[in-house]
């Protein structure tokens, strides 16, 4: 799958935009404040239904414009495709996939898989283990797109077991009730937990690699961290009723994958507690990487990665080893920076270079970006 093109209508800065990508490596420059971070979220919220900036999506309606709309063009080997998303403040998306109204464009198969590097996604790596569960699980439906209603139908039997527990505290049920969805949590949750686990496999390999390559010497490790070591449904069955009088106690479930973490260690040591801010950006870098060559394997294409402000904090020699995996890899890679000197070859032909002024896209030439690094 490529992207071929991007139509911004009153998203955010951009009054509005018509973007060409390369089918490789596109470096947007321009100065703080000039709109590259919203170039990068249109194509997100363009490729998603939703941004990867904010919970509230008013703030992507351009300032005094009612209406957004964002149109995404495609092409894979089945022909070329369009995805388009109109949003007006209080009321449902109107989300098209090939002119056919859709519920949510995640489930479209005819749209690009994408990938975002944004600094506060730096939570990825030091923040709570709900950030990284919520993300593993993105990483499964990236990997199989079939294997999400698993996560679903664990969600519902959890919520159900809680509000049983509830009942009980308060008195309107009996102990026995809850064996029932004991077995459904520990169905679904075995299921889960296998999912999550064959995921990390898929990774640890890369992770360790990508992350030597891009300067985390002395052995980066990702692992799966279950909080259960539950391989069959029946002992996680059995774990949850062991646990019960300190559910009942607590008001709520403790035990099972949705307490699940997934670490990084640098050195032995876990990342999130005694990595740099460096480190932590490079372990974030990695495991990006590691699950686009992951889903790379087995998806018709890679997801396009967008990087935004990548280059501001690594040195010369990281800079060149990202480029040069960004180059390597298969897919489409889009990175922002204030000056294109940050970006090795990001003069070369083969490099797509968008400038970026007051929300207003620039048109360059090969003479203009060469210009630009002397």
């Given at each position: 799958?490529?992207?071929l093109?991007?139509?911004?209508r ?39 239904g939703r ?6 999506e ?10 957004t709309?964002?149109v ?20 449902p ?5 090939d002119g ?11 749209r690009?898989?994408?990938?975002v ?7 990825l790596?030091?923040?709570a283990?709900?950030?990284r ?11 199989w ?7 679903r139908l664990y ?26 969805w ?8 075995v ?12 990774i ?11 300067g985390?010497?002395?052995g ?7 909080r259960?070591r ?7 069955a059995t ?17 099972g ?5 997934l670490a990084?260690e640098?050195?032995?040591?876990d ?8 480190q932590?950006r ?5 495991l ?14 890679a ?19 990202l480029?040069?995996?960004?180059r390597?890899?298969?897919g ?14 990001g ?18 030439t090969?003479?203009?970006r060469?210009a630009?690094?002397?």
């Amino acid at each position: 799958m490529r992207v071929l093109a991007l139509q911004l209508r009153d998203f955010r800065g951009y009054p509005h935009a018509d973007v060409e990508l390369g089918g490789g490596l596109t470096v947007v420059t321009g100065p703080n404040g000039a709109g590259k971070t919203n170039l990068l979220e249109g194509l997100y919220f363009a490729c998603t239904g939703r941004s990867c900036r904010t919970n509230n999506e008013r703030e992507v309606i351009r300032f005094g414009a009612g209406t957004t709309r964002t149109v995404l063009s495609c092409r894979d080997e089945d022909g070329q495709h369009e995805l388009s998303v109109g949003f007006t403040a209080g009321q449902p998306k109107a989300m098209r996939a090939d002119g056919a109204s859709v519920e949510r464009l995640v489930d479209v198969s005819t749209r690009p898989l994408i990938s975002v590097f944004l600094p506060d996604r730096l939570e990825l790596i030091k923040g709570a283990p709900a950030v990284r569960r919520a993300h593993l699980d993105q990483f499964v439906a990236a990997l199989w797109p079939t294997r999400t209603t698993t996560r679903r139908l664990y969600g519902q039997a959890l919520a159900q077991r809680n509000a049983l527990i509830t009942r009980v505290r308060s008195g309107r049920g009996g102990r026995d009730s809850l064996a029932s969805w004991d077995a459904q949590l520990a169905l679904h949750g075995v299921a889960l937990m296998d999912d999550r686990r064959h995921a990390v496999e898929l990774i640890t390999e890369p992770f360790e690699r990508l992350g030597e390559e891009l300067g985390l010497a002395g052995g980066p490790k990702v692992s799966y961290r279950p909080r259960s070591r539950a391989t069959e449904p029946e002992q996680l069955a059995t774990e949850l009723a062991e646990r019960l009088d300190l559910d009942l106690e607590r008001g709520f479930t403790g035990h099972g994958p949705h307490r699940d973490d997934l670490a990084t260690e640098h050195a032995g040591h876990d990342l999130r507690a005694y990595g740099s801010q460096g480190q932590q950006r490079l372990a974030l870098l990695a495991l990006l990487l590691a699950e686009r060559e992951a889903i790379a394997d087995h998806r018709p294409s890679a997801p396009m990665m967008l990087l935004d402000d990548v280059m501001s904090e690594l040195d010369r020699d990281r800079r060149q080893a990202l480029v040069d995996l960004l180059r390597a890899s298969p897919g489409q890679s889009v990175i922002t920076t204030t000056d294109l000197e940050h970006v090795p070859g990001g003069t070369d032909p083969d490099v797509t270079h968008l400038a970026v002024a007051d929300g207003q896209l620039l048109t360059m030439t090969t003479d203009d970006r060469q210009a630009m690094t002397r």
